[in-house]
C-alpha cells in the first residue's frame, strides 16, 4: 500500500507544476494592474511605478516566475492587496471555514445520494425511479446562486427557521481554536450554545453546496447499482433465496460504488471552487469570499495562493479515494 500511495503521490507533482505554470501566466494576461491595486485609487503615478519596481512588476514575466516560485518554495505568498497582510495567514485562518462547509457538504451528499442511487436502480423504470431521476437532473441544472437566494427568503426571511448568512450569531464569542471547525471545537470545550449556532449557520449554506453533488453521486450510484444486478453471482444469489435486501446492501453495493466514489474525489475540489459564489452569498468568511475580494481588487497573489492551494487539496483528496479504491478491490492497487 505505501508503494502505491508513493505512485500517486509522483504522478502530482508534474500536475501541481504545470498548474502552478498555467495560472501565473493566465493572471497576467488579464488587463488589471495590481501595482495600482496596491497603491490605492489616490496613488499618483509616480506612486504606482514605484511599487511597480518594488515588487518587481516591471521585470520580465520570467523573472517575475522564477522569484514566485522561490517564495512559493518558502511557503511565502506575499502580501495581499485586499487585507494588508500575509496570504498565508489569511489562508490559514479563512481555509478551516471553508473545509467545514465543503466536507459537511459532502457528507450530506454521499450519505443521501447512495441511498437515493440504489432506491432508483432497485426500482427501475418505475415511479421511484422516474421521480429520482427528474430531481437528480435539476439538481445538476440548477444554479447555485438563484437556489440560495430561495433559500435564504424562505427559510431564514419567511419562516426564521436558520440564519441569515454568517457562521456565528453576533455577540456570540467563537470557541477556541483547535482544529478550526466550529462544530468540533465547540464539542472538545463543551459550548454547546456555539455548536447549535454553528449548525444553524452551516445547514442552509451546505446544503445549497451540495444540490451538484447529491446529484451526480445519486445518477453515478444508480448506474453502478444496476450495471451489478446485472451480474451472475446476482442471479445465483437469488436463486439461492438470499434474502434481497441483505443482497443489495451487503454484495451488490460494495460492488457498485467504484465509480461513485470516484466522483466523491472529483467533486470534493469542485466544492472549493463552487464555494466561492455559495460563501458569497451567505457572507461565509472562507477562502471562496476572500477570492472573490481578491478578484474585484485584482489581487494576484492571493488568486495564484488559492489556485495553488485548491490543486493541492484535490490531488490529496484524488490520493485518498485512489487508496479506497485500492482496499475495495486489491487488483487496483496491482494495476496502480
Given at each position: ?67 514566485y516560485l522561490t ?187 467504484v465509480a461513485a ?76
Amino acid at each position: 500500500m505505501l508503494a502505491f500511495i508513493v505512485r500517486r503521490l509522483l504522478l502530482v507533482i508534474p500536475s501541481l507544476a504545470g498548474l502552478l505554470v498555467l495560472t501565473f501566466f493566465l493572471i497576467r494576461v488579464v488587463p488589471a494592474d495590481p501595482a495600482a491595486a496596491l497603491a490605492g485609487e489616490n496613488a499618483t503615478p509616480a506612486q504606482i511605478a514605484e511599487i511597480r519596481r518594488q515588487y518587481g512588476l516591471d521585470q520580465p514575466l520570467y523573472k517575475q516566475f522564477g522569484v514566485y516560485l522561490t517564495q512559493v518554495a518558502r511557503l511565502d505568498f506575499g502580501e495581499s492587496a485586499y487585507s494588508r497582510r500575509p496570504v498565508a495567514v489569511d489562508i490559514k485562518q479563512r481555509l478551516p471555514a471553508t473545509l467545514e462547509l465543503t466536507i459537511a457538504a459532502l457528507l450530506f451528499a454521499t450519505v443521501v445520494g447512495i441511498p437515493l442511487g440504489t432506491l432508483a436502480a432497485v426500482y427501475h423504470n418505475r415511479w421511484p425511479d422516474t421521480l429520482l431521476r427528474i430531481l437528480s437532473v435539476g439538481g445538476v441544472a440548477i444554479a447555485a446562486f438563484w437556489f440560495a437566494i430561495e433559500l435564504q427568503l424562505l427559510f431564514a426571511m419567511d419562516l426564521g427557521w436558520f440564519p441569515l448568512r454568517g457562521r456565528l450569531s453576533p455577540g456570540l464569542a467563537a470557541p477556541p481554536v483547535i482544529t478550526g471547525f466550529f462544530l468540533i471545537d465547540s464539542l472538545l470545550t463543551g459550548r454547546l450554545d456555539v455548536f447549535t449556532d454553528a449548525l444553524r449557520h452551516l445547514i442552509l449554506p451546505a446544503f445549497t453546496l451540495s444540490l451538484g453533488g447529491l446529484a451526480t453521486i445519486t445518477r453515478f450510484t444508480r448506474a453502478g447499482v444496476l450495471e451489478t444486478l446485472q451480474k451472475d453471482f446476482v442471479t445465483y444469489e437469488r436463486a439461492q433465496g438470499f434474502p434481497p435486501r441483505a443482497l443489495i446492501w451487503k454484495f451488490v453495493l460494495r460492488n457498485s460504488v467504484v465509480a461513485a466514489i470516484t466522483q466523491i474525489g472529483l467533486l470534493f475540489g469542485g466544492l472549493i471552487a463552487g464555494a466561492v459564489v455559495v460563501e458569497t452569498i451567505f457572507d461565509w468568511p472562507g477562502i471562496g469570499f476572500y477570492t472573490v475580494q481578491a478578484i474585484l481588487t485584482a489581487d494576484t497573489k492571493v488568486m495564484l495562493a488559492v489556485t495553488l492551494l485548491i490543486g493541492v487539496v484535490y490531488a490529496i483528496v484524488n490520493i485518498l479515494v485512489d487508496v479506497v479504491h485500492g482496499l475495495i478491490d486489491p487488483r487496483m492497487r496491482e494495476q496502480g
